[in-house]
């Protein structure tokens, strides 16, 4: 479930979240859940905590965080296990990780790691994780021994024009990583012609999201989409395109799960391609010349050209 739809949602809609949370976890069957507190500056895990009580003991709830030191990390981490009104978290991960720094100061003295693996020798967590957008930081995460899973772009015009994936893919299964495919719905990178700009706050505004983030989203410029603006890319809109970029993604070896886009009505349709499977249905190689010319003219929204090849929107 994409709870960052829910910090679109207007200000005083606590009942259109649990509405949207009862519909994904009792009519569509959805059993993983995923927040963070930088969707909307702590607005979608406020509104999850309470929409998502009532089937909290039969759901996998994932949260992350973008703080990678040990104190800010755990101040972060209380916050969220408060506004979700539960005492564990199924998975707890380092948010969008994409530079070396990244991954130095998270397993340095003082760093988030000792954070996670305090919290996972309590039971407040129960696995650890990282989400990334840089493939050889992917791997180097996976290579420390220390994760059980990967957050990861196994998108189709990613994969074949960006160049990205498969390393990540054959490093978590020689690691024995699961493996969470991201953007695995998208088209491709929005740009100012097809998207809208998001202004960035003053310094000392946000409430939820690092300092340091709030710099690289004026460096890299966040757009995001103006038919689905809870998604910082450009989704497939299509049912029947969609649930092929979907398949495809979850039939890559090693992938164990798929976050869908992060807007509410586009969900029901992935749902129903998997509601009631025992296993994930085959993808038909006879589409993959289909979506090749589909898509061929896509910008890939992750590629390895260079470092902007690992933020989404420039």
């Known amino acids: 479930f994409p709870s960052v739809a829910l910090a679109r949602l207007p200000q005083s809609e606590q009942a259109a979240a649990n509405e949207a949370v009862r519909h994904a976890a009792v009519d569509l069957g959805i059993a993983y859940f995923d927040v963070a507190p930088e969707y909307g500056d702590g607005v979608a895990q406020a509104r999850l905590g309470p929409a ?8 996998f709830l994932a ?9 800010g990390s755990a101040t972060d981490m209380e916050n969220t296990l408060s506004a979700l009104q539960t005492d564990h978290l199924d998975l707890y991960q380092f948010h969008s990780i994409s530079t070396e720094r990244d991954v130095d100061e998270i397993l340095g003295k ?19 994780g990282f989400s990334a957008h840089s493939e050889p930081m992917a791997v180097r995460m996976i290579e420390t021994g220390l994760v059980d899973t990967c957050m990861f772009p196994i998108n189709f015009a990613a994969w074949t024009s960006g160049g990205i994936g498969e390393a990540v893919l054959d490093a978590a299964i020689k690691n024995g990583v699961g493996v969470i495919a991201l953007k695995a719905g998208a088209r491709g990178r929005l740009t100012y012609k097809n998207g809208n700009a998001v202004k960035v706050p003053d310094a000392g505004t946000f409430r939820h999201i690092p300092e340091w983030k709030r710099k690289e989203m004026i460096h890299y410029p966040v757009v995001t989409s103006k038919d689905h603006p809870t998604c910082w890319y450009e989704p497939e809109d299509d049912p029947e395109e969609l649930n092929k970029l979907i398949l495809w993604s979850l039939n890559r070896p090693g992938v164990t799960a798929v976050l869908p886009p992060g807007d509410l009505d586009l969900l029901d349709g ?5 509601r009631g499977k025992s296993e994930v249905p085959p993808f038909d190689e006879a589409d993959m010349q289909h979506m090749l010319d589909r898509y061929k003219d896509i910008v890939p929204i992750f590629h390895n050209r260079d470092e902007s090849g690992t933020k989404v929107s420039t």
């Open 52 to 59: 998502l009580k009532p089937y909290r003991e039969g759901v």
């Open 63 to 71: 949260a992350k965080t973008m703080y990678r030191d040990a104190v």
């Open 110 to 128: 003082g760093g988030a790691m000792e954070t996670f693996q305090r919290a996972k020798k309590e039971g407040r967590i129960k696995a650890i």
């Open 270 to 274: 992935i749902a129903s391609l998997l």
